[in-house]
């Protein structure tokens, strides 16, 4: 997601909690996107380009046949709500996340997640994709947290298992494993269907 926008007027008011971040989307015109980081709503850039979408497109496809494979009760799924439960002011909208079919009681936000993944755009600034990623391994079930540049071939993948260090990917041929998904595929298949395959 690319953040163009924060609320100028929030920097005064107290850190925005998931129940007034829900009354100030509902505030908001529908064609507008909004997610929660911190305490502040930032608004998402809309729409993303073709090559952003290409590329979550492709990941939640992998993801999707992997687990389909594996026989489990797990999904991606693109553009979700996330809740991390002990951050009530962090309610972001992942590009891809992967979810399972107890979906909880919150109609809007994914309590519950196993691996979260950004498609860096231009307007995203380090520090806002770092607070993701370390929110995101703040969740209790979360196993993976994915940042994918959209500029070049070029992925990061953050293990819990690994103590949350990164590794880099960047040879088209380099194979990204994701065991507890039965997901294993090369680099370049993220990014078929763009320019930088």
Not at 36 to 46: F, N, R, V, W, Y
Not at 86 to 99: K, L, S
């Amino acid at each position: 997601m690319s953040v163009i926008d924060r609320r100028p007027s929030m920097r005064d008011e107290p850190a925005m909690e998931e129940a007034r971040f829900l009354k100030f989307l509902r505030a908001r015109s529908e064609d507008e996107r909004w997610e929660l980081i911190d305490g502040e709503p930032m608004m998402m850039m809309h729409p993303p380009s073709l090559r952003h979408q290409i590329i979550g497109q492709n990941l939640e496809r992998l993801l999707n046949d992997a687990l389909e494979r594996q026989g489990t009760k797990r999904f991606a799924i693109r553009e979700i709500g996330l809740a991390v439960e002990t951050r009530p002011d962090f309610r972001p909208q992942a590009d891809v996340g992967v979810i399972d079919d107890h979906l909880g009681d919150n109609p809007y936000f994914a309590e519950r997640f196993y691996l979260a993944a950004e498609v860096l755009s231009d307007a995203n600034t380090a520090e806002y994709i770092a607070t993701k990623r370390l929110r995101y391994a703040e969740h209790a079930e979360c196993l993976y947290v994915l940042i994918l540049s959209q500029t070049e071939c070029m992925v990061e993948v953050w293990a819990r298992l690994d103590e949350w260090r990164g590794r880099v990917y960047r040879a088209l041929d380099d194979r990204i494993e994701l065991p507890e998904f039965g997901f294993s595929c090369e680099l370049g298949a993220l990014y078929a269907r763009t320019q930088l395959a």
